[in-house]
């Protein structure tokens, strides 16, 4: 069974960075689609990023576009989110998912495909 363990979060000032690390287990990552997630208090969990297994495409949502970016080592079982320039907007608990339904290599697909949840990492971005 594959499990998600999420880490890298903190606290920083507006226009800070910090890099988040999604670290797999149970299964090899190369067959699924990783999600980067983020909710905040009283909001729904929007999907933030995305790659594909190979590694070969990402998404992003407009907010954080140009400022975040996803990656993977796919012989490391890892996946890593660098986030730059960060704004307050950006506090929320960041989870990491597995795309488990549809086709698994890719990002296509709502939150409802995607499961192994981790157990978050708090980003607060605050002066």
């Known amino acids: 069974q594959l499990q998600l363990v999420e880490s890298g979060g903190g606290l920083v000032q507006p226009g800070g960075s910090l890099k988040l690390s999604c670290a797999a287990s149970g299964l090899t990552l190369d067959d699924y689609a990783i999600g980067w997630f983020r909710q905040s208090p009283g909001k729904e969990r929007e999907r933030v990023s995305c790659i594909n297994s190979s590694g070969g495409t990402t998404t992003y949502t407009d907010s954080v576009k140009a400022r975040f970016s996803v990656s993977r080592d796919n012989a490391k079982n890892m996946v890593y989110l660098q986030m730059n320039n960060l704004k307050p907007e950006d506090t929320a608990v960041y989870y990491c998912?597995?795309?488990?339904?549809?086709?698994?290599?890719?990002?296509?697909?709502?939150?409802?495909?995607?499961?192994?949840w981790g157990q978050g990492t708090q980003v607060t971005v605050s002066s």
């Open positions: 998912a597995a795309k488990l339904r549809l086709v698994t290599t890719t990002c296509a697909g709502g939150i409802e495909n995607f499961g192994s």
